[in-house]
């Protein structure tokens, strides 16, 4: 059974940074993508980034490239994103993914076989 837990949220001031970590186990995150998404209060889901199995490469959402950093560990099996120049908007609860399709660019088409449950990040002005 494939079970992928967040931690690393919380509440902080805007300017401040914060790590996610995302625990998974039953899967072996080099062997297929990993990816992180995001919702706002009253909004949608959106894809905030992902790694290929390789680790070698990396893609981004628009709202967070150049200020986010995805990462993975493959001893301890996590992905982890790192979170920097947070503003209010990146207000959200973020949700660690995991994907069966080799393509790390079906994460940017909201396509993901597990999910988190989530960990909520809020940040105040």
């Known amino acids: 059974q494939v079970q992928l837990v967040e931690s690393g949220g919380g509440v902080v001031q805007a300017g401040d940074s914060l790590r996610l970590s995302c625990a998974v186990s039953g899967h072996t995150i080099y062997r297929y993508p990993m990816g992180w998404f995001r919702q706002p209060p009253g909004k949608g889901r959106e894809f905030v980034a992902a790694?290929?199995?390789?680790?070698?490469?990396?893609i981004y959402g628009d709202s967070v490239k150049g200020r986010f950093s995805i990462s993975r560990d493959i001893d301890s099996n996590t992905v982890h994103v790192q979170m920097n120049s947070l503003n209010p908007d990146d207000t959200a609860i973020y949700f660690c993914?995991?994907?069966?399709?080799?393509?790390?660019?079906?994460?940017?088409?909201?396509?993901?076989?597990?999910w988190g449950q989530g960990t909520q990040v809020t940040v105040s002005s």
């Open positions: 993914a995991a994907s069966l399709d080799a393509n790390v660019n079906a994460f940017r088409l909201q396509r993901a076989d597990y």
């Open positions: 790694i290929s199995p390789r680790g070698d490469y990396r």
